[in-house]
């Protein structure tokens, strides 16, 4: 019975393996379906730029085209514009149990968080500022963000960086000094 058990299991394991599987490869399909305009199966760079400012735009709170440090510093990604309330806020979920205050040891570990958030943001920040005026343009952050995906550095995306990417990866091109290849 016990290596019946194990046997069932397994092959549980191994069916929702596969099902994870084949659903990361659809999501890269597709993002590679979406960019992808002339069909050769990779993203080029002038692909890429094609895709518009939808990235930029969703952290850029005053509209001007441009991103400040203060935008992503303050910006809440995947919610829409400004640091506003987000959706689906813990406290909104279980009103029946109090609020507890946190710990002075929990209140520390939030602060490091915090400082380490903003280093790490504005280290980026001032890797997307090419020419150092304290904003980053569109073209910046498109080039910015293309660099970041192409880990092979061969400038074009494939499915599988465009997959990693999707599943909050990020691979050895996140600080490449390089610039997109001009087709």
């Given at each position: 019975?016990?290596?019946?058990?194990?046997?069932?299991a397994?092959?549980?394991?191994?069916l929702?393996?596969?099902?994870?599987?084949?659903?990361?490869?659809?999501?890269?399909?597709?993002?590679?379906?979406?960019?992808?305009?002339?069909?050769d199966?990779?993203?080029?760079?002038?692909?890429?730029?094609a895709?518009?400012a939808?990235g930029?735009?969703r952290l850029?709170?005053?509209?001007?085209?441009?991103?400040?440090?203060?935008e992503?510093?303050?910006?809440?990604?995947?919610?829409?514009?400004?640091p506003g309330?987000?959706?689906?806020?813990?406290?909104?979920?279980?009103?029946?149990?109090p609020?507890?205050?946190?710990?002075?040891?929990?209140?520390?570990?939030m602060?490091e968080?915090?400082?380490?958030?903003?280093?790490r943001a504005t280290?980026?920040?001032q890797?997307?500022?090419?020419?150092?005026?304290?904003?980053?343009?569109?073209?910046?952050?498109?080039?910015?963000?293309?660099?970041?995906?192409?880990?092979?550095?061969?400038?074009?995306?494939?499915?599988?960086?465009?997959?990693?990417?999707?599943?909050?990866?990020?691979?050895?091109?996140?600080?490449?000094?390089?610039?997109?290849?001009?087709?």
């Open positions: 019975m016990n290596k019946l058990s194990r046997v069932i397994m092959a549980i394991f191994g929702s393996s596969s099902a994870f599987a084949a659903e990361d490869e659809s999501r890269g399909n597709r993002a590679l379906s979406n960019l992808d305009t002339d069909g199966g990779f993203v080029n760079f002038e692909e890429f730029q895709r518009g939808e930029l735009s850029d709170n005053d509209e001007n085209g441009v991103l400040t440090l203060d992503l510093l303050n910006a809440r990604p995947g919610h829409g514009r400004g309330p987000r959706s689906g806020n813990r406290g909104d979920r279980n009103t029946d149990r609020e507890r205050e946190p710990s002075e040891e929990q209140i520390a570990r602060e968080r915090r400082a380490s958030m903003t280093e280290a980026r920040f890797e997307m500022d090419r020419d150092g005026n304290d904003v980053v343009s569109l073209e910046e952050f498109q080039e910015a963000n293309f660099l970041e995906l192409d880990e092979d550095n061969n400038g074009l995306l494939s499915t599988e960086e465009l997959r990693a990417r999707h599943n909050g990866r990020r691979g050895p091109g996140r600080s490449r000094g390089g610039r997109p290849p001009q087709a």
